[in-house]
């Protein structure tokens, strides 16, 4: 059974903290996905990455920034959190194969509130 | 630029069908995905389409026509457990390969 895995599913922070919220697969994949999901906006993607230690920008990146060390880990990370950073952050993953394995897997989801 | 519209809310009774479009302008169109979402839940996958035409998997349907740049899911003998957000997702291949979301259909089943 395919999984992926975050951290956490609530947490609380206060403004100006580094937060870091971390994303596990067991699946292999190549391709990670960081999203954050807002009433209204839908899921907008943050970061992506294809590769160990490659990472790309999604449509918005301003006050995020990502590691991926290994292949099964992506980790978000918030230099600073302000209180507009609170939302919920979904991680995915998915394969580098045919278009319908590019099927996005994703996690629970972390509910991040910043006070 | 890139822009998916779904309707924002849809309510229906249980035994019902159910129709969500999706209309989509979008550069590098490389097919296009359902998922479903029930609250507080992460997305899981309804279906994919690529070719225009109907895919069909039991209760769930999926229509695309690539030319009019327009999807939709069709629900059938609606659950009470098909109340959930139904978010279409277009696949796109301009350089790097991602997934861009509509902002999801929240639909209601009721008794």
């Known amino acids: 059974d395919v999984k992926v895995t975050q951290s956490s599913r609530y947490l609380v922070k206060r403004t100006g903290e580094k937060v870091f919220l971390e994303c596990v697969q067991d699946?292999?994949?190549?391709?990670m996905f960081w999203y954050r999901q807002d009433p209204g906006l839908g899921l907008r993607l943050i970061y992506f990455?294809?590769?160990?230690?490659?990472?790309e920008k999604g449509d918005i990146p301003e006050g995020y920034s990502v590691s991926r060390e290994k292949k099964e880990r992506f980790s978000l990370i918030l230099e600073s959190a302000s209180t507009n950073q609170t939302s919920m952050y979904l991680c995915?993953?998915?394969?580098?194969?045919?278009?319908?394995?590019?099927?996005?897997?994703f996690g629970p989801g972390t509910r991040l509130t910043v006070l | 630029g890139q822009n998916i519209d779904q309707p924002t809310e849809m309510t229906a009774t249980e035994g019902a069908i159910v129709q969500i479009n999706c209309t989509y302008q979008?550069?590098?169109?490389?097919?296009l995905f359902w998922y479903q979402q029930h609250a507080g839940e992460a997305p899981t996958f309804l279906s994919y389409?690529?070719?225009?035409g109907l895919e069909e998997k039991g209760r769930f349907s999926s229509f695309l026509s690539r030319s009019k740049g327009y999807s939709y899911l069709l629900l059938k003998e609606l659950q009470m457990k098909d109340s959930a957000s139904y978010l279409c997702?277009?696949?796109?291949?301009?350089?790097?390969?991602?997934?861009?979301f509509g902002t999801g259909t929240r639909l209601l089943v009721s008794p």
């Open positions: 995915a993953s998915s394969s580098s194969g045919g278009a319908r394995s590019n099927e996005q897997f």
């Open positions: 997702a277009v696949f796109m291949n301009t350089g790097f390969q991602k997934l861009v």
């Open positions: 990455s294809y590769d160990v230690k490659m990472k």
């Open positions: 389409n690529v070719l225009d």
């Open positions: 979008t550069s590098g169109f490389n097919g």
């Open positions: 699946m292999d994949h190549e391709n």
